[in-house]
């Protein structure tokens, strides 16, 4: 890139102060609120602010927002709960979001319109107002959900999806198959869309079957859009807060915090408990989490690549 | 034994029997269980929205009685049908002998009262009543404000990435992608401590001014502004057009699918925006519709058919942009995943 540009020194692509201008509303909006707040973040979480003035507590004492989140079982209930529902997403959602790809890349261009617009309309529906919806779909007894699974399995007539601690994860997983696994099919379609279809050929040639040539050729040339798609319905997961706060109509995080969130934890200790420090500390800890497994996942994925 | 398991019995005897076509079975038998395997999906992904639309229509006690609409024979000889005690129990139970219908077959009619409940109730201020119209008033407002400050600055930024070379703008970029890293709710609390220094608690410049520009509508844009070739800006800059002209009248118009597709993700993120809102709007009537629907599902436990409704009047903007916009939202979506 440098080679470029010393060659179009003076160039049409040059202008002493355009640039700039065109870049001064994003210069001004990063320096106010991205690297302010990134830094008040730092300077809040070291201290304790319920107070009228902020107080320096750093990481002694017993008012430390660290230890303090460190040490609290909350923290872990919320960090559990938001980890298997990470986990969940990826292993549930992706693989259906792939086979249900699969099946629209081989079908014609009519057909795969209509049916990706349907499959994708959940995701136009926003978490609090799709919160609002399950809230009346999980009724025991008398709901969409519990109505639907008597008549097809013959089980689950009575389940108390919200009231259940053991169930509450559960119908959190299940609501977000709905929501996104049309948006995560759209990814891999895309990835599909562009594999290179005389390798298929071939390998049909060659008498390869189907899980064949799925594991050696399309999986291995979806692998960069794959891994986006992980890592985003991961950063996407740990951020998880609207639906189970709408679900819970506002008032909680269900029986036994069974639907406590990280930022669910963060908002109650910021917002609820008016603990700005605790909230950014909880902030950082979060920013940590999701660059930490990001980095795994990169690696991880990479080194399957080497093999 | 039910409808569906006999439809499931059938689905597989078909596949079966395709199976066995000699010599063409093995093609055909595929493509048929394709198609039944989307048309599940689809079935699976609308039946909530359906559900949504009938709910909207019903009483208060019809609801929980029907789960799609209401049986038309059970209806008219309703309350008297001994033929389904075990439903008439489950009103009483649900909702007190209160919440009988006083006449026959008054649970069967689909009725517009949750929608005329929902609009004309008011909410009462010492400013005034507030009506619900009002908020979704405010949302649309909300939502078109930011897009359309949104695409502006955006496209700009995008645009200075994309056609022009200058010193500092690898670091540029490199502070874009790290930014990109951290979590929103990382910037929450000091947020929340500089609306409060700034004045700007329950005023919408809270709102629209830390999302007038986003980093993924920087990329997307500069991704489709490279594009625009190089020769047809120099030629209008040769006749003499402003750089900002050149951006505004030439570039912009060019990418317009990405701008329909960035518009789309846009509207809909602010339209659905709860956290924000709920923490910086106090006023009753500049409150947004989700802000408003889970504030009040827990007051009127009894009456979740208004908020269905509210809940189908709060999907229809967005439904409606989606399908003026969808094909662009579709290769908008995917463009910076494949080529970048």
Redesign the interface.
């Known amino acids: ?1 440098s080679a ?2 010393q060659k ?1 020194k003076g ?5 002493p102060v ?6 001064a ?3 001004l ?2 320096a106010v ?2 690297a ?3 830094l ?2 730092a300077w ?1 979480s070291f201290h304790q602010t319920d107070g009228p003035t902020s107080v320096f507590v750093g990481f002694q004492g017993e008012y430390d927002n660290f230890m303090f989140i460190f040490t609290d079982p909350r923290f872990y209930k919320a960090l559990l709960n938001t980890t298997i529902y990470a986990i969940a997403s990826i292993c549930i959602q992706l693989p259906i979001a792939l086979g ?1 790809a699969m ?2 890349n ?2 014609n261009s009519r ?1 795969k319109g209509a ?8 995701n ?6 799709v ?7 999980f ?1 025991p ?4 959900f519990n ?2 699974l008597q ?2 399995i013959g089980w689950g007539i009575d389940k108390q999806w919200l009231q259940d601690p053991n169930l509450l994860l559960p119908g959190l997983i299940i609501i977000s198959l ?1 929501m996104y696994v ?1 948006y995560n099919m ?2 891999f ?3 599909l869309q ?1 594999v290179d279809k005389q390798l298929l050929e071939a390998a049909q040639i060659d008498g390869a079957n189907g899980w064949q040539t799925f594991l050696h050729i399309t999986l291995p040339q979806i692998k960069p ?1 794959a891994i ?1 798609v992980v890592i985003m319905s991961t ?1 996407g997961s ?2 998880l ?2 639906l189970p ?2 679900l819970m ?3 909680g995080f269900g029986p036994g915090d069974s639907a406590l969130t990280i ?1 669910g934890y ?2 109650d200790w ?2 609820r408990n008016g603990e ?2 605790a ?2 500390a909880i ?2 800890i ?2 940590a989490i ?2 930490v497994i ?1 980095i795994l996942q990169l690696k991880l994925t990479r080194a399957y690549e080497v093999d | 034994m039910n409808l569906i398991h006999w439809v499931l019995i059938a689905v597989v005897l078909v596949y079966i029997g395709l199976r066995l076509i000699p010599g063409k079975g093995w093609k055909i038998a595929p493509a048929y269980l394709r198609v039944i395997l989307l048309l599940a999906a689809a079935f699976l992904t609308l039946t909530p929205f359906v559900w949504l639309i009938c709910s909207a229509f019903k009483s208060k006690d019809a609801l929980m009685l029907y789960t799609f609409l209401p049986d038309w024979n059970h209806l008219r000889n309703f309350p008297a049908d001994a033929t389904h005690p075990e439903s008439y129990k489950a009103i009483v139970h649900w909702f007190g002998n209160d919440g009988l219908p006083a006449v026959d077959g008054a649970l069967g009619t689909l009725t517009l009262a949750n929608f005329r409940r929902l609009l004309t109730d008011q909410f009462l201020t010492p400013h005034g009543p507030v009506y619900f119209w009002e908020y979704i008033v405010n949302s649309l407002f909300l939502s078109c404000g930011v897009t359309s400050i949104n695409i502006f600055l955006s496209s700009m930024a995008g645009y200075a990435l994309a056609k022009y070379r200058f010193k500092g703008r690898n670091i540029i970029v490199f502070i874009m992608l790290g930014s990109m890293m951290f979590p929103a709710m990382l910037f929450l609390a000091p947020l929340f401590e500089m609306v409060s220094k700034f004045g700007w608690m329950d005023s919408y410049l809270a709102l629209m001014v830390p999302s007038a520009i986003t980093v993924f509508g920087i990329f997307l844009f500069r991704q489709a502004m490279v594009g625009v070739p190089t020769s047809l800006l120099e030629s209008a800059r040769v006749d003499g057009a402003s750089e900002f002209r050149i951006y505004w009248e030439i570039t912009l118009p060019l990418v317009r699918p990405v701008t329909a597709a960035y518009c789309l993700i846009t509207f809909l993120g602010t339209w659905n925006a709860f956290l924000q809102p709920q923490l910086f709007i106090q006023s009753q009537s500049k409150l947004t519709l989700p802000v408003v629907l889970n504030r009040y599902i827990g007051m009127y436990v009894q009456d979740y058919g208004i908020f269905l409704a509210g809940t189908l009047l709060a999907i229809i903007p967005p439904a409606i942009l989606f399908f003026v916009l969808q094909k662009e939202f579709v290769a908008g979506l995917t463009s910076g995943a494949t080529k970048g």
Not at chain 1, 124 to 129: A, E, K, T
Not at chain 1, 131 to 137: Q, S
């Open positions: 890139m470029n540009i179009s160039g049409p692509d040059r202008h355009a640039p700039w201008m065109f870049l509303p994003y210069l909006y990063a609120f991205f302010y707040p990134l008040y973040a809040l249900l099946l629209l081989n079908s057909m049916f990706r617009l349907m499959i994708f309309s959940p136009l529906v926003g978490q609090i107002f919160g609002v919806m399950f809230a009346v779909i009724t007894f008398d709901g969409l109505k639907g008549t097809l709905w049309g759209i990814y379609l895309a990835g562009s859009i986006f950063i740990y951020q807060f609207d706060w709408a109509k506002g008032q930022v963060l908002y910021g917002f700005h420090g909230a950014s902030g950082w979060l920013a999701i660059f990001s």
